[in-house]
T-cell receptor, first 113, second 116 residues
Framework: EDKVVQSPLSLVVHEGDTVTLNCSYEVTNFRSLLWYKQEKKAPTFLFMLTSSGIEKKSGRLSSILDKKELFSILNITATQTGDSAVYLCASGAWGSGTYKYIFGTGTRLKVLA | EAGVAQSPRYKIIEKRQSVAFWCNPISGHATLYWYQQILGQGPKLLIQFQNNGVVDDSQLPKDRFSAERLKGVDSTLKIQPAKLEDSAVYLC??????????????FGPGTRLTVL
């Protein structure tokens, strides 16, 4: 059965710290790995990764995919209280003739002032 | 580009009542998804449409949930009758092909349902 596992489940840090969130996957016909930030209700898109070893960066956030070891990491440097959220990763894959997404349970990050 | 629209944003009902949610995907997005997200969990796919056809409804509790996407654009998700365990955020998403066989997915604001 396809699955996406995130770790840690929750994390508490202080402003200025650097955090690394992990996402491992076992997915048939894998095509992409997506990261989302979910603050209140709707997940907002952060990154989509399709190639191994190519870092994607947006401000203080960066992410990389390892398709050999089947994992991705999301790094946040110089964390701020506004980074407090649940971070979801999802795999995109083809299955039964359709493209679908499987989500992990998320990592809840709390950044203390 | 307008995002995925959903309504209502919040709904409180009593168990055994009915409720309906509406979603308007991003213009031109052929694929539409309804997810259920229970507190502390990741989104779980309920149903996926390609244009106006269902491509995956394997996790939809069909005895109480139904969904349709008339004309391949807007979609409605209905629960009848609701149970306490249906309390969750219902997320609608749509996707578009970015390159080759890769699709990118965008979410609406969600509807928070509370069943009392």
């Amino acid at each position: 059965e396809d699955k996406v596992v995130q770790s840690p489940l929750s994390l508490v840090v202080h402003e200025g710290d650097t955090v690394t969130l992990n996402c491992s996957y076992e997915v048939t016909n894998f095509r992409s790995l997506l990261w989302y930030k979910q603050e209140k209700k709707a997940p907002t898109f952060l990154f989509m990764l399709t190639s191994s070893g190519i870092e994607k960066k947006s401000g203080r956030l960066s992410s990389i995919l390892d398709k050999k070891e089947l994992f991705s990491i999301l790094n946040i440097t110089a964390t701020q209280t506004g980074d407090s959220a649940v971070y979801l990763c999802a795999s995109g894959a083809w299955g039964s003739g359709t493209y679908k997404y499987i989500f992990g349970t998320g990592t809840r990050l709390k950044v203390l002032a | 580009e307008a995002g995925v629209a959903q309504s209502p944003r919040y709904k409180i009902i009593e168990k055994r009542q009915s409720v309906a949610f509406w979603c308007n995907p991003i213009s031109g997005h052929a694929t539409l998804y309804w997810y259920q997200q229970i507190l502390g969990q990741g989104p779980k796919l309920l149903i996926q449409f390609q244009n106006n056809g269902v491509v995956d409804d394997s996790q939809l509790p069909k005895d109480r949930f139904s969904a349709e996407r008339l004309k391949g654009v807007d979609s409605t998700l209905k629960i009848q009758p609701a149970k306490l365990e249906d309390s969750a955020v219902y997320l609608c998403a749509s996707s578009t092909r970015t390159s080759g066989s890769i699709y990118e997915q965008f979410f609406g604001p969600g509807t928070r349902l509370t069943v009392l």
